[in-house]
C-alpha cells in the first residue's frame, strides 16, 4: 500500500479541495483520469497486472488505455517529477518536473497532436464521429480550463491558455499526416523547451516489473 506519509502536490491538494477530481464537478484533461486522494491512499502495488517496482512511485492518473501518471521521488526536498508509464513496457519517461507542469503540458499535446481517434474538426458539420471536437468545443473547454485553474496553475500558464483561446484552428501537416490543430509542431516544441524543460524531460526510467517473473 502506498506510504500514508507522501507529499500529495499542492497542486492536487488544490484540485481536490474543488472537487474536481470526480463528479459533479470533475475538470478533465485530455488522457488523465484522476485518482481521488482517497483511492491514491489505499492503492495496493499487487492489484494491477504489472508491479511498480519501486514502491516509492505512485499512481495517480491513467489515460483512457489503463497506462499510468506516476509521481516519480526527485530528491528529498523537490516535488514529485511525474512518469509517463505504459502498461506494456517496462520503462517510463519523464514527463515533466511537477504535476503543474504535466497537466499543462498535456494540454499544449492535446490541441497539438493527432491522435485517429480523438481529433479536432475545423468544419463541424463534417464530423464524422463523437469523438471529434469542433473548434465551439474546443474553447468551452479551454474556458473552463482557464477559469478552473485560476489559484492552482500559475499565471504564465493560464496567459499560454488565455493565448490559445483567441487562436483559430488550422490544417497543419508532417511527413505522414495532415490533420486541424491550435499549434504546430514547432509551436508546441518552443513552449515545451521554454516552460517544461528540465534535465530529466522524456528521459527513461524502469518502473514495472511482470507478476509472474516475481517469486
Not at 7 to 36: C, D, H
Not at 113 to 120: A, G, I, K, N
Amino acid at each position: 500500500m502506498v506510504d500514508k506519509n507522501i507529499k500529495i502536490p499542492s497542486v492536487y491538494q488544490k484540485m481536490s479541495e474543488r472537487g474536481y477530481l470526480t463528479e459533479p464537478n470533475y475538470l478533465w484533461i485530455w488522457a488523465m483520469f484522476w485518482r481521488p486522494i482517497d483511492k491514491i491512499l489505499q492503492y495496493e502495488y499487487y492489484e494491477d497486472e504489472y508491479l511498480i517496482e519501486n514502491r516509492t512511485m505512485i499512481p495517480f492518473a491513467r489515460t483512457g488505455g489503463g497506462d499510468d501518471w506516476l509521481w516519480v521521488p526527485n530528491g528529498e526536498n523537490e516535488e514529485y517529477c511525474v512518469g509517463m508509464c505504459y502498461k506494456e513496457e517496462r520503462e517510463g519517461v519523464y514527463f515533466a518536473k511537477n504535476t503543474e507542469d504535466a497537466i499543462f503540458r498535456q494540454m499544449l499535446e492535446y490541441v497539438t497532436f493527432y491522435y485517429d481517434y480523438e481529433d479536432f474538426c475545423m468544419d463541424e458539420s463534417q464530423m464524422e464521429s463523437l469523438d471529434q471536437m469542433g473548434e465551439n468545443g474546443l474553447m468551452q473547454w479551454l474556458e473552463k480550463c482557464e477559469r478552473g485553474f485560476q489559484g492552482i496553475l500559475n499565471e504564465e500558464y493560464l496567459n499560454v491558455i488565455s493565448q490559445l483561446r483567441r487562436r483559430k484552428l488550422q490544417h497543419v501537416k508532417n511527413e505522414i499526416e495532415e490533420w486541424d490543430a491550435l499549434l504546430t509542431e514547432d509551436e508546441y516544441n518552443a513552449l515545451v523547451k521554454k516552460y517544461i524543460n528540465f534535465e530529466l524531460l522524456d528521459q527513461k526510467f524502469v518502473w514495472n516489473i511482470e507478476k509472474k517473473s516475481r517469486i
